[in-house]
């Protein structure tokens, strides 16, 4: 197992990070060397030349005022310094035989015969003259004096060489610790820079024994990775509410369906042990439709219910008139209305437009308008369905002067299945105000309510003013 883990160690990113990091660090290290190496030995090599000409210049006024007297004399002088760099100096005649020559023991490895039988060509001339015991060289710069006699005057690369080669000795000694500086700075970077991806693979194996809560820590650097574990954590979060969504929906459903389908199951065992016939037998079978309508009608709400909450309910938006939609659902109940002595009044502006799903719209309204109808006062009341724009988007509300809401019990009335201790005599699932708050979530609103027992209630919806695509804008 140990073996193939080393075996795998070359396939992983961190290991092909850290390889390409150390590599490009090392070639950039070699690259500095080389251009630093360059310009120093340029520079040396500037500073000789410059030297040499300098002596040149000198020498050529000493002569011109004493000829070779003059030099010797100089020379002389010179020597009581004791020069570390002295300099070599040659004067030929116009045949290039040698009148005058300094030749220091730092020249013991050259051949100046060299020097007489390459004659100059040109009134200035560089040349070099290499050693033949080392890979020291000589720099010599000719000059042509005024009386045709030719000035020759160089300097060694001893000392150059010197610094140079001091200089690669300290970067042998230093290259080592720049490969492992490398290596380790590569290996940190990787580290650092694959931890939100060994985070994500973390969370991952979390979710995957069944821990759904695990979500990926954010590195808060702002940069792709850190988007990354964004949209990871967002699409965590959207499969857990999917999750507990279904869940929520199969325990309502498995709770809630015994009772209709244990008065299903009740009729028909009545029925097969009264050998039921004629009018009797379709009665039976009618309430058994009846039974089987509930429950198709709960599982239908439940489902929208749980597509709505969890955002995978399907909305065709479109253009509408927020009064022509309040009318058409106070339309729908009003022989309803009239046979309990209610009247439903229209309250909103005649030009105010939303875009938001009819039919969905229908439902919620729909909902609010029939439990407003059934808990109104008895003997009659009054129902206003109004509308208005505000700052921020639409208010619709539905407002009922009827039996009203317990405190107790505001709070529960979303939940799904629950009947309060009043409602438990009226017709009903107990779904309608959870679908009602669904849907208005699925349309990007909020739904509150306020109430007081014995003088009504008001449910208010805020709508916010999108397109037809949803997406939510600052105004009309």
């Known amino acids: 197992m140990f073996s193939k883990d080393l075996h795998n160690i070359p396939k992983t990113i961190s290991f092909r990070l850290t390889a390409w990091y150390s590599i490009i660090f090392i070639l950039v290290s070699f690259l500095l060397f080389g251009i630093a190496y360059f310009l120093l030995s340029s520079t040396l090599e500037k500073h000789n030349r410059e030297a040499i000409q300098v002596k040149v210049k000198e020498l050529a006024l000493l002569y011109a005022k004493g000829g070779i007297p003059a030099l010797e004399k100089e020379i002389t002088a010179v020597k009581k310094f004791q020069q570390k760099k002295p300099f070599f100096i040659r004067i030929a005649d116009a045949e290039n035989r040698t009148l005058f020559l300094r030749l220091g023991y730092q020249w013991a490895g050259f051949d100046i015969k060299t020097l007489e039988k390459s004659p100059p060509s040109k009134r200035h001339q560089w040349m070099i003259l290499r050693s033949t015991e080392d890979e020291n060289a000589l720099q010599i710069e000719t000059f042509q004096l005024p009386d045709h006699r030719w000035l020759q005057v160089g300097q060694t690369s001893g000392e150059r060489e010197k610094l140079l080669d001091r200089f690669r000795e300290i970067f042998a000694a230093v290259i080592v610790p720049l490969v492992l500086l490398g290596f380790a700075g590569g290996a940190f970077l990787a580290f650092r820079a694959l931890r939100p991806i060994r ?55 498995a709770h809630d369906l015994r009772t209709p389908m244990t008065r299903l199951r009740g009729i028909a065992e009545i029925a097969l042990q009264s050998d039921l016939q004629g009018d009797a037998c379709r009665e039976t079978l009618g309430r058994c439709i009846e039974e089987c309508d509930q429950i198709l009608t709960m599982l239908n709400t439940l489902m929208d219910i749980s597509e709505a909450e969890t955002g995978t309910m399907k909305l065709d938006r479109d253009e509408v008139n927020v009064r022509d939609l309040l009318a058409s659902t106070a339309d729908l109940y009003a022989y309803v209305a009239e046979d309990e002595g209610i009247t439903i009044r229209v309250q909103a502006p005649p030009d105010l437009n939303i875009s938001v799903d009819p039919t969905r719209m229908d439902q919620v309204l729909a909902n609010l308008l029939d439990n407003a109808i059934k808990y109104s006062r008895e003997g009659g009341g009054e129902i206003v369905m109004a509308a208005e724009k505000d700052p921020e988007g639409i208010s619709l509300s539905v407002t009922d002067n009827g039996m009203g809401i317990p405190e107790e019990e505001r709070a529960r009335i979303w939940d799904r299945l629950y009947r309060g201790d009043r409602s438990r005599h009226q017709r009903g699932l107990g779904l309608g105000l959870s679908l009602v708050r669904a849907v208005v979530k699925a349309h990007g609103g909020s739904i509150t309510v306020e109430s007081e027992p014995g003088k009504g209630s008001t449910f208010s919806i805020h709508l916010p003013v999108t397109d037809q695509s949803g997406t939510i804008s600052k105004g009309r």
Not at 225 to 241: P, S
Request: zero cysteines.
């Open 199 to 253: 985070a994500l693979i973390h969370t991952v194996h979390s979710v995957e024994t069944g821990d759904m809560t695990a979500r990926v820590p954010a590195p808060g650097t702002g940069d792709e990775l850190d988007e990354l574990v964004r949209l990871f954590n967002g699409m965590l979060e959207k499969i857990e509410t999917l999750i507990l969504g279904m869940k929520g929906a199969l325990d309502n459903v």
